[in-house]
């Protein structure tokens, strides 16, 4: 089950900007350690290698790779109980971990999945299809975590919960605010909240001198895992607006007060956390309730409540 397709066959190689990519093969036959390393290294990669899990971890000690091929069925830990401990590690979540595996019933490969791996190959490998799969992944991976970081200069933040709603990787403002959020005593609620913004709309929470810290699911950003965007807003900036003397529900009021200080559709869905088309279906309900058809004429009837 360790044979390799084609061990002569020399890949392609990759473009220059994946030269200083650094890849960790963990296996415990050596032919497949040999052989796959021996492709990593035509195609630009500098490659690391374990033979088991303790070897891996490890390495990974040493440095963290930009990505991990590894053998699903190793003696000892094997290969799912070793991706899902390197999850459960904020530092090291972002790795993506392609299985190779001779294993390809259905169970097998959910398994992999559910581990937290992004992509299986099965043995016998084809090495083509190693390079454009790892070489995907990895770019993906490098790509979303340049995002993630750039959250940060914009004045907000991110995390990542995995499938169990567990921190799998946070922006350095993200994890800031957290600490401060959810200090001292208050540390074993962190995780309740979270999640309740993966389920719900939008939560707040005080970060004290007068400021809030709000977050909202900005939806799947990989294999059932859940990007939060978090900012630190003042109280006062965002007290709720008075409720008019007519049916609107605190949200249709919210959007009222806003569409009346002159904010565009876009704008009140980034201020409220919302997406746009749900901005819409507000305002749909919000002119039927004040009997007006236009913009400017719910923003004149907004005038006399929200002054």
Not at 131 to 154: C, G, I, K, S
Not at 229 to 250: G, W
């Amino acid at each position: 089950m360790n044979a390799i397709d084609q061990p002569h066959a020399a890949p392609a190689p990759l473009p220059a900007a994946d030269a200083r990519r650094v890849i960790l093969v963990v296996d415990d036959a050596l032919d497949t350690l040999r052989m796959v390393s021996d492709a990593l290294a035509g195609a630009g990669y500098a490659v690391l290698v374990a033979r088991d899990a303790e070897e891996a971890l490890q390495r990974f000690e040493i440095t963290v790779p930009d990505g991990v091929l590894l053998d699903a069925v190793m003696p000892g830990i094997d290969g799912f109980a070793l991706c899902r401990r390197l999850k459960a590690m904020p530092a090291w979540s972002h790795v993506p971990v392609l299985f190779m595996t001779g294993l390809s019933e259905t169970e097998q490969i959910l398994q992999g999945f559910a581990s937290g791996g992004v992509d299986y190959v099965v043995k016998p490998l084809r090495i083509p299809e190693v390079l454009a799969r790892l070489a995907t992944h990895v770019r993906n991976a490098q790509a979303a975590r340049l995002a993630r970081e750039a959250v940060d200069v914009a004045g907000m933040g991110t995390v990542v919960l995995d499938a169990l709603g567990r921190v799998a990787w946070q922006s350095p403002q993200a994890a800031r605010w957290l600490d401060e959020a959810f200090a001292g005593p208050a540390v074993e609620a962190r995780g309740g909240w979270l999640q309740s913004v993966r389920v719900g709309e939008e939560a707040c929470t005080a970060l004290g001198a007068g400021r809030r810290l709000a977050a909202r699911h900005m939806g799947e950003s990989g294999f059932s895992e859940a990007m939060l965007l978090l900012r630190s807003e003042r109280m006062d900036a965002v007290s709720p607006p008075r409720q008019p003397d007519v049916p609107l529900t605190p949200r249709e009021t919210e959007v009222l007060s806003w569409l009346a200080k002159g904010k565009t559709n876009r704008d009140i869905a980034d201020i409220l956390g919302m997406s746009p088309r749900t901005v819409n279906k507000h305002l749909e309900h919000i002119f039927e309730k004040l009997g007006v058809e236009t913009r400017s004429a719910a923003t004149a009837m907004a005038g006399r409540w929200l002054a």
